[in-house]
């Protein structure tokens, strides 16, 4: 029987909230599912209600259609927030995606790691079982056909079509994981971010020797990197505003520039970038810490850094994020005339982040090629 890895400290029980269907995510529909649902009356309804029920990319790939991206929203999704698909014709309908989320399996040579998306409020809550607890349902949904993302032995995909092998990958991740409990995310992502990008200008990748270019708390490039994440955090900050016209973004960057006060007045702030990160560290505090090693520890052992994207673009993710997290966390407490984040700040903020940077979110692709770019030229 293939070995299922369960992650210590996460659980999970449905809440059944339906913020899962309520994401921009891009959900992949199989044909199948589209051929049997439009032909289907609740298919047909969805249709006439929303214009469509499925959209088709140039690829002529499916996927759920949302009527309002400003208000993204499965059309499925009914006013009690359960699936109509799964009411009214049967969760085996679903598309794949849908009858398996939260949880995402990655297949790898050492058996198969299970894990779950953030995107899930009991995830982010931590709310239910262990997920070792699922095992039984999974393999019976495994046997059914799943979705599980397979990573070859010796096709592990780096960047820029260059690859290592399985092998190499899990020592790297097993000195990444070491580091990170040593010097924290921060320092390690930084690190493995600049010995990842002189592995590509290599000629042969050896991701885990590289660690030894640096020593533990080694700051890599004189800081230029954190330089770079500092310079996106401050354009995520602004393109997750409700106002992103040119009269409320260009006060903003030249106050920036000048290292004047920013005004936020959506959440009640005013002040200079470097107020906001301080009031930042001291409302985030050591509890909603641990809870962001949580979220850490699950993109390192579901693989996170192999999904969908190569290392390189990924390891970029795994190092916005926190800081988004932690700024958005500041901003709704401060909205709130609270000191002090609570966990209600923290879950609204990672499930902003993570609808937009996530494994599926629509950001990555567009932010990590002038990363990588900047990343190719300076190391
Ligand atoms: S987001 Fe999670 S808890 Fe909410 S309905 Fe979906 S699976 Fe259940």
């Known amino acids: 029987m293939i070995k299922l890895h369960f992650p210590e400290g996460q659980n999970y029980d449905c809440v059944m909230c339906g913020a899962g269907c309520e994401s921009l995510w891009t959900i992949p529909v199989e044909p199948a599912v589209v051929e049997k649902i439009e032909a289907h ?3 047909l309804r969805v249709i006439n209600e929303n214009g469509a029920a499925f959209a088709k990319d140039e690829a002529g790939n499916y996927a759920i259609y949302y009527k309002d991206p400003s208000d993204p929203r499965c059309g499925f999704l009914r006013e009690d927030k359960l699936c109509s698909i799964h009411a009214e014709i049967g969760m085996d309908e679903k598309p794949l995606t849908c009858q398996q989320f939260p949880f995402h399996l990655t297949e790898t040579p050492d058996g198969v790691f299970v894990g779950v998306s953030y995107m899930c409020t009991a995830v982010r809550q931590n709310s239910g079982r262990p997920l ?3 095992e039984d349902w999974l393999r019976e949904r495994m046997a059914k056909g799943i979705r599980i993302t397979t990573i070859e032995a010796d096709k592990v995909p780096v960047g820029e079509g260059r690859f290592t092998t399985w092998e190499d990958y899990a020592a790297f991740e097993e000195e990444f994981n070491r580091r990170r409990a040593a010097q924290g995310l921060e320092l390690t992502a930084q690190q493995a971010l600049v010995l990842t990008g002189q592995a590509l200008k290599e000629s042969q990748i050896q991701l885990a020797l590289s660690w030894d270019r640096f020593e533990m708390e080694e700051m890599p490039l004189g800081g230029q990197v954190a330089a770079m994440l500092d310079g996106t955090l401050f354009a995520l900050v602004k393109l997750f505003l409700d106002d992103t016209s040119p009269e409320r973004i260009l006060p903003l960057d030249e106050a920036f520039q000048k290292g004047e006060d920013l005004d936020f007045p959506e959440f009640n702030w005013k002040g200079t970038w470097f107020s906001l990160l301080r009031f930042q560290d001291k409302a985030f505090g050591d509890e909603l810490e641990d809870e962001l090693d949580r979220w850490a520890d699950m993109q390192m052992h579901r693989k996170s850094l192999l999904i969908y994207r190569p290392l ?22 401060h909205q709130a005339g609270r000191a002090k984040a609570s966990h209600e700040d923290y879950y609204r903020a ?10 599926n979110g629509q950001l990555p692709s567009r932010l990590t090629p002038r990363f990588n770019a900047f990343l190719l030229e300076v190391v």
């Open 132 to 134: 070792s607890a699922h």
């Open 350 to 359: 990672l499930r902003l982040s993570e609808m937009y940077l996530g494994t």
């Open 312 to 333: 390189l673009d990924n390891l970029w993710m795994l190092a916005v994020i926190p800081r988004l997290v932690r700024c958005y966390t500041a901003f709704y407490a």
């Open 41 to 43: 009356p609740l298919g």
